[in-house]
């Protein structure tokens, strides 16, 4: 039987199922019955957890009335994302019956044509009070669904990050660059102060705010704590995008009143409960995906059918590794973002030597899963290794602009950051106390010795078109002209390293970084 006749099967099959099981619901009696909302963030196409998350659902409720809902960072992330441009994703999402759904940076990926095409297969109300059209002079998406659950009124106010317009620039603008879509037309705090007004005339008894702005404070002011700070009417939020595990942080509105703040984590490490109780009260919890054992059979049988493709596509032998290739420490600090790690010295190798630059470079968040294992690596490793669709280009640049390029990505320390850089044919020492880069070598090719860093020679960099022209890297090298435009895609350019130029065999030679980035804290 061939996969995509097993997925339909599956799906005609688990669908008689669940519509036998929902006749069987008892009616809801919302005087005695307590609100559950379900939440999740940033599961970045770990899939798996989806039939859990609806087995969860079923078995309360037989004695609450549960709600579901999702803040974001869904389609990429994973193999099983970048290989179908998040079609997979989105056909298990159909079956999950969400109340809400608002928007990641990483639904931008794929491009706002790909985002629309995919979320228009989803029946879920997309909220978002942020994202704007400028051609139509409107906001793409309503800024909350308001639902109904017994007597009582929810509404969902969705905001996305405003830093995606200078991390995925690429979606939000045009060949020229000129802006066409915008996250921030208006200040941020307004916008959902807006929508949070709009929901309570609207008669909503409860605000709840489907945030994916996360913890870290931006440039943009966008952190969740900031929005609750300038805002009043919200009751919770659900964040998402800073990854964090948090069951409930107290941040007091613009009125003093306690507002809480609850994230998940990633990657289904968690499933969030949000309770409210007959009288109004709301407590959080956060359980463990590995505690849950349950599985709805509709949601599981999808999941089973998109592994039968996946598995069919993915599965080949590409080559050998007698090491781990790590972005995390043992802990699941992702020390990528915080300094060199083997795995950003292969690639980025496989930059220079595949375009024959002075320089490779790569912002370590293009590194999205680490390889834990040793011996043959397949198709479907790699890919999850490097999954986004970015290709490989070479920029000119003066060595002034790679000083301030270098200076600019570690500022944030000691701070994680997606943009903290990983390098080849090139060295330098940062202090994490003033943030200062010094000692900048480059790799002089022709006697392998390393050089001082010229600031008025020209360069040439290895790195994708995303760092150079897409937001990547801070925008730092925006300026610089691209000389080649190699028309392949990361992941080709690393397959093609290691086969040819590696032989097929990733040595000991990788198994620990080898000193091109010293942070001194």
Known sequence: MKPKFLLFAALALAAVATHAREEKQPASTPAV???????????????????????????????????????????????????????????IM???????????????????????????QVPAPIVCANLYDYGLQRLVYAPYVLRRVGSKRIAFVGVSTPTSVDTE?????????????????????????????????AGADYVVLDSHLGEEETDRNSDSHTIVSKTRGIDIVLDGHSHSVIKADVVNNIDGKPVVVSQTGTKFANIGK??????????????????????????????????ALLEAETSRVICRTEVPLRILDDEGNEIARLGEVN???????AYRFYTGSDIGILNSGGIRNEIKKTGELTYGDLLSLLPYDNLVVVAEAKGSTIQKMLEKLVSFLPKTDGQFPQVSGLKFTTRVADHSVSDVQVLNSATQHYEPLNPDRT??????????????????????????????SYNEVFI????????GHIGKEYAEPQGRITVIK
């Open 33 to 91: 019955r307590s609100i559950v909302i379900l939440y999740e963030n940033d599961v970045h196409c770990a899939v798996d957890g989806y039939a859990k998350v609806a087995g969860f659902r079923d078995a309360i409720a037989d004695t609450a009335d549960v709600m579901l809902v999702s803040n974001g960072d869904f389609v990429q992330g994973m193999t099983v994302g970048a290989i179908s441009k998040g079609q997979y994703v989105v056909d």
């Open 343 to 349: 795995a950003g010295d292969i690639v980025t190798d």
């Open 496 to 503: 093609e390293y290691v086969t040819k130029n590696l032989g």
């Open 459 to 488: 360069y040439t960099i290895a790195t994708t078109k995303y760092c150079v022209n897409d937001g990547g890297l801070y925008d730092t090298l925006k300026d610089c002209p691209i000389i080649l435009e190699t028309k392949k």
């Open 274 to 307: 949000l309770v409210i109780a007959p009288d109004g009260k709301m407590t959080t919890e956060l359980i463990p995906l590995d505690q849950l054992t349950a599985k709805n059979a509709y949601v599981a049988a999808i999941t089973d059918s998109i592994h």
């Open 94 to 120: 159909r079956a999950m019956n969400y109340d809400a759904i608002t928007l990641g940076n990483h639904e931008y990926d794929y491009g706002m044509e790909r985002l629309f095409q995919l979320l228009r």
């Open 169 to 201: 620039a690429y979606a939000f603008r045009d060949d020229k660059g000129t802006l066409i879509y915008d996250l921030q037309h208006e200040d941020l705090a307004g916008l959902v102060q807006r929508a949070v007004d709009e929901a309570r005339r």
